[in-house]
């Protein structure tokens, strides 16, 4: 074989392999041309049927919670990535009559790496004029997947002490800056159980801050009876080990997020 049939051959495979990498990045990913493939993989799922849209849902009567202005800010859980965007945060302000800010951009981190991290997400895109009545924060998988360093408890309270290119420096920013910005409290959230020991590290350092600062803590992942649910009904309610289906927002995590905040307020 010459070398022109050689570079022929090599071009062949490399754009087949480039064609089957895009095509896999949209079946799994969700993520360029072909992403719709798995967008309506997961439109059609029983846990995103019409019964569980926001419009089925009904409002509660006399919610703690109602009139009031919440914020949610996090990654692809928080905005509902497998859920048709629609995710506990819409339900919350759903059925208790709130109004609320999602501040979620799928992938993204609590460690400030760049312009889509929670840190800088939070100080660009949320009004610092804004009444907000509490922050809810997504304790990111995406940290605990990208390995980013989880660093250390600072012995500082003061803002421009934290790390925030580690994921503890990162929360403790975003603790102090709704503080001082919008004098709210601070609820972070956790997913519930998966395999994962850096998640794991994540959840034991969170309720080490939630000691030092006082901040609530859903903790979803240490959560027993919430992680005892049927295989049928977590085929239901997950479409992988982190993401929810609308079910999953709605009839497993909405509850338990709603119960805690009631009675925070309270």
């Not at 409002?59 to 905005?79: A, Q, R």
């Not at 800010?101 to 895109?125: C, F, P, W």
């Not at 240490?222 to 239901?236: G, H, I, R």
């Amino acid at each position: 074989m010459n070398a022109k049939k050689i570079f022929i051959v090599v071009m062949v495979v490399v754009i087949v392999l480039a064609i089957a990498q895009v095509l896999v990045l949209g079946i799994m990913g969700g993520i360029g041309p072909f992403g719709f493939i798995r967008k309506n993989r997961i439109a059609k799922m029983p846990g995103n049927s019409q019964k569980y849209h926001i419009e089925n849902v009904a409002v509660l009567d006399n919610s703690p919670l109602e009139g009031k202005n919440l914020c949610f800010l996090g990654s692809s859980v928080t905005k509902g990535e497998a859920a048709l965007d629609v995710s506990f945060a819409d339900y919350i302000a759903k059925r208790n009559s709130t109004s609320y800010i999602k501040e979620a951009v799928s992938g993204t981190t609590l460690v400030d790496s760049g312009s889509n991290s929670y840190v800088q997400r939070m100080i660009n895109n949320i009004d610092p004029e804004e009444k907000i009545d509490v922050l809810v924060c997504q304790l990111s998988t995406n940290d605990a997947t990208m390995k980013k360093e989880l660093g250390e408890i600072s012995d500082s309270k003061l803002i421009e002490n934290f790390d925030t290119s580690t994921v503890i420096g990162a929360m403790e920013y975003i603790i102090v800056y709704a503080k001082q910005t919008w004098d709210c409290p601070v609820v972070f959230y956790t997913g519930t159980k998966y395999d994962s020991e850096r998640y794991v590290a994540m959840v034991d350092a969170l309720l080490q801050l939630q000691d030092k600062w006082d901040i609530g803590v859903i903790d979803l992942w240490n959560d027993t009876k919430m992680n005892a649910v049927s295989e049928e009904d977590y085929d239901l309610y997950m479409v992988d080990a982190i993401h929810p289906t609308q079910a999953g927002y709605l009839k497993w995590w909405t509850p338990k997020m709603e119960a805690y905040l009631y009675e925070y307020f309270q």
